[in-house]
Structures are given as C-alpha cells and as structure tokens.
C-alpha cells in the first residue's frame, strides 16, 4: 500500500457504513480495486476497521459541525487530507483548505471539479495546496494559507497522517499550527498509543503494507501518547476520545477483542 492510495482505503472504510459515518460522498470513489483493496484490509487486519473509520469521520464532523453553530471556526484546514468529503458534508459558508501531497491535491480536484459540472456534487470552492510535510514548506504554505484564510477562526484536521511520519516532521507540523492559528482557534488530531504496536491487529497493519508494496518497520510508524498533546505548547486539550468511547456514544457494537482492534486515539485541542 503506498501512503497516497491510503486515502482510497479509508473512503471505501467510510463508505461501507454510510449511517455510522454520516458520509454520503465517500462512495464516489469507489471502483473495483479500490472496493477490493479495502475488503483485503479488512481481511487481513481487522473486520472492526470499517466501523473504526466511520467513527472517526462522525466524530470529527460532529465536532466541527457543533463549533460552527457555535460560530467558532469559519475556515476547516485539513492536512493531509486525502479523499475525505467534509466541504460538502458540512455548511456552505465554511473556506475550505486541503494540503496534501501534489499527486493527491491534483487528483481529487480534477474529479471534484468533473463531480460539480455532472451536479452529482454540490457547488463548493475548495482550495487545493500540494505540499510534502517532509520538504521546507512553512513559509510559502504561510503565506498561502493566511491569504486564503485572512486569520478568520480556524480549525486545523490532522487524521490519518501522523502515523507516516517522522517524530521531527510531526513537531515542525504542530510548531507551524501554531504560527497560524489564533487563541481559541482548534486542532482535531487522530495518533495511535506506543501500546497499540504491541496488538496482533498492528502487526497485521504491518504485514499488510509491506505485502502491498509498503516498506515500513513498527519503529517507523509514529505513536504519540496523550502527554505530547498535553504539552503543547499554547494548546490545552479540550476532548479526547477513541473507538471505545465513540461506539458507545454512537451505538457501535464491538465484535472483536482489544488485540484485533486498532484503537486510535481522537485529541481536540484549543489555542490559549
Ligand atoms: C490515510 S490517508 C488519510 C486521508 C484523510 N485525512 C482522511 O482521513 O480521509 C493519509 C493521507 O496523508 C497524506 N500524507 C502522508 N504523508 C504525507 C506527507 N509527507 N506530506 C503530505 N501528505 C502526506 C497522504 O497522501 C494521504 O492522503
């Protein structure tokens, strides 16, 4: 599995409990192999991971959902953000920024834009950045992102990236939130627990990515645990959840044991 086609597998995840995601879109990029990836993952890892991803989209859609009643966040900034459909899940009035590798951004905009002219999605401008997180991008993505945003309350997305990065990268990332963010502005952010490497269902994940033309070792995939979060520098961190609490909040029945679980771990955090 290379990390770009990663984003595919967690639409297909997403689309296969539409009632639990609370994610209509998801679906449209389905096709054959994408569909057929997905089922081999979930084969091969854990069956609990449809539903895992589905929680995470309705937890974070929910929460942003609530902070715009609110009238907290005008503008969703969304790192590495994939395939995932929350600019049209969510109110229209909301500026939409999806950073992700060039490859990635190019992709999902020719085919949103091909969506919007065949009316099979809403109207809604999306600005696209490709940027990879491991390059020099801070002050060029900068100044792209405040011209977009113009420091309106933000809320920065982070899920299902920081497991494919380097300690140091993920440091630079959450020091560069912090140069665009505003007090009172949020971070959503998704890691797993060093713990969770010991589980049969993460030596699986393994296994599966380097079957799948992945190269990766457990001591290369990032896990944070719940002290680097409240040690943030200028954040506290207002909510936290995971598989276990959202299921129970949204009715999710759990089949399997702990050890063939991926449990990931969901932090808001708010800027003092
Ligand atoms: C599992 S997908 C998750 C996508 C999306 N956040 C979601 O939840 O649907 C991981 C995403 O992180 C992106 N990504 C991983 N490493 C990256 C890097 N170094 N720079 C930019 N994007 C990266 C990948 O391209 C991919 O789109």
Known sequence: MKIEES?????????YNEGLSKDIYAKLWKNENRDNFAKA????ISTEEANAHCLRNRYFLETIKERIIKGEIEVL???GSGFSMYPFLIDKSIIHIEIDK????????????????????PEKEIH??????????????????LSISANKPSLILIE????????????KLFNFFRSIQNTNDFIGSVSFKDKTKETTAFK???????????????SDCLSLEDHFYENLDAYKLIDKQDYYSLSKKYNNTIRLGKDLTLNEVFYLLQKE
Not at 8 to 14: D, S
Not at 213 to 218: D, I, Q, R, S
């Open 7 to 15: 984003g595919f597998t967690t639409c297909m995840l997403r689309s």
């Open 41 to 44: 993952y979930l084969n091969a």
């Open 77 to 79: 900034i969304n790192f």
């Open 102 to 121: 060039p490859d990635v951004v190019n992709l999902k905009k020719s085919k949103v834009l091909q969506w919007q002219e065949e009316s099979i999605l």
């Open 128 to 145: 696209f950045i490709g940027v990879d997180f491991s390059s020099d991008y801070e002050e060029e993505l900068y100044s792209k992102i």
């Open 160 to 171: 299902g990236v920081l497991f494919f990065l380097k300690r140091e990268v993920c440091n």
């Open 204 to 218: 699986r994940l393994l296994n599966f990515i380097n079957r799948n033309e992945g190269n990766m070792k457990a």
